[in-house]
């Protein structure tokens, strides 16, 4: 029987489970005030200084002992209020693990903004390790007039090393409408995945997620972006005043250089 701390995550067993929540909402001061910010098992949260200041309020995870492995579940939950700003990032990447268990890991995120809100979604990249095996799922429920920036990395393999297999999954609902519905499958196992219409002899995939209120009367326009071996596409979504950015890579510092040219 799997033992458990007053945290709740299993102790000394075969798979973890852990659930970290963070809520931000207005100090009544010009700031931004975190009401709760817990975390248990590998999901430890720091409240940390913002670089810009202007009120926002920072979040950074930090890994307390390696997950997610084989078997784990691990799921974060973000909610902001009206008037609120927050940044969340992490203290270095996350690393997919094979595990005891013969089975995948999951990682889900949910994160929730409410009108007049704003959020950034800036953690380190996800790298699935040879063997590992991981579900991840991002879900993004925003209102009219909330703003999001989110960037996710995915990795397949460390240096040198094969990949493992990563099935991600991210869902854009906006002002109660589903406007993106999108899921990737990459590593041993997935059809096609390292074929000319999917990754190629790339091994490092990103999106840039963007929620703007001012999108609606300056709309994006499609286009490709290229950066050396890097490729990225710059897509509007179609419903809602946002924007979505694809990018590939043969690495992880180059898909960081394609997306972090997209943010300038």
Do not use: N
Not at 119 to 138: C, D
Request: hydrophobic fraction near 45%; aromatic fraction near 2%; include cysteine.
């Amino acid at each position: 029987m799997d033992q458990v701390s007053g945290g709740g995550a299993p102790v000394g067993a075969s798979s973890v489970r852990a659930v970290a929540r963070i809520a931000a909402e207005p100090d009544g001061r010009g700031g931004t005030a975190l009401p709760l910010l817990t975390g248990d098992g590998p999901l430890a949260l720091r409240r940390t200084s913002h670089p810009e200041g202007g009120g926002a309020a920072q979040v950074t995870i930090v890994g307390a002992m390696a997950a997610p492995l084989g078997g784990d579940r691990l799921r974060i939950e973000v909610a902001v209020a009206a008037g609120a700003r927050l940044r969340v990032t992490s203290a270095a990447a996350t690393v997919s693990l094979p595990g005891r268990i013969p089975a995948p890991a999951h990682y889900d995120l949910d994160l929730t903004v409410a009108e007049g809100g704003e959020l950034e979604w800036l953690p380190e990249p996800v790298i699935a390790a040879q063997g590992s095996v991981l579900r991840m799922t991002t879900r993004v429920t925003l209102a009219a007039g909330a703003r999001l920036l989110l960037r996710e990395e995915q990795v397949l393999g460390r240096s040198g090393e094969a990949p493992g297999r990563l099935t991600a999954r991210l869902t854009l609902r906006h002002d109660g409408r589903t406007v993106l519905d999108q899921q990737t499958d990459l590593g041993p196992g997935a059809p096609g995945w390292d074929g000319p219409a999917v990754l190629a002899e790339h091994r490092a995939l990103g999106q840039l997620l963007l929620c703007e209120p001012s999108l609606t009367e300056k709309p994006a326009t499609a286009r490709f972006l290229a950066e050396g071996a890097a490729e990225a596409a710059l897509l509007p979504l179609a419903g809602a005043p946002a924007l979505l950015v694809t990018a590939a890579a043969p690495d992880g510092l180059r898909l960081r250089r394609a997306i972090d040219r997209v943010l300038r």
